[in-house]
């Protein structure tokens, strides 16, 4: 149903809004258990997108650390590569 959900704490260059949105949709979804809601239901999940994004959003402001960014493609690269040996892949 869903993508993992990537961390999106000290990288260089740090994570976007649509980085942040997109992590926030995909947690709605999978707690809700909703791809795409119903239309009933489509005002309730929007405002629970925008609230876990907003939160993040705080949060990833507020954290602090001493270790030196990650680099976002070289994580890339490495889950490739985890990926690739896991199932077998070259």
């Known amino acids: 149903m869903c993508r993992n959900i990537r961390t999106l704490y000290n990288y ?6 649509d980085d942040i949105e997109a992590a926030a ?3 709605v979804r999978k707690v809700s258990g909703y791809q795409k809601p119903s239309a009933i239901n489509q005002a309730a999940f929007d405002r629970a997108v925008a609230d876990v994004a907003r939160t993040t959003t705080a949060l990833l402001a507020s954290l602090h650390t001493t270790a030196p960014p990650r680099n976002r493609e ?3 690269a490495k889950a490739r ?3 690739a040996k896991r199932f077998g892949r070259a």
């Open 12 to 17: 260089d260059p740090p994570s976007t809004r």
């Open 25 to 27: 949709l995909q947690y």
């Open 74 to 76: 070289a994580e890339i």
């Open 81 to 83: 590569a985890r990926n």
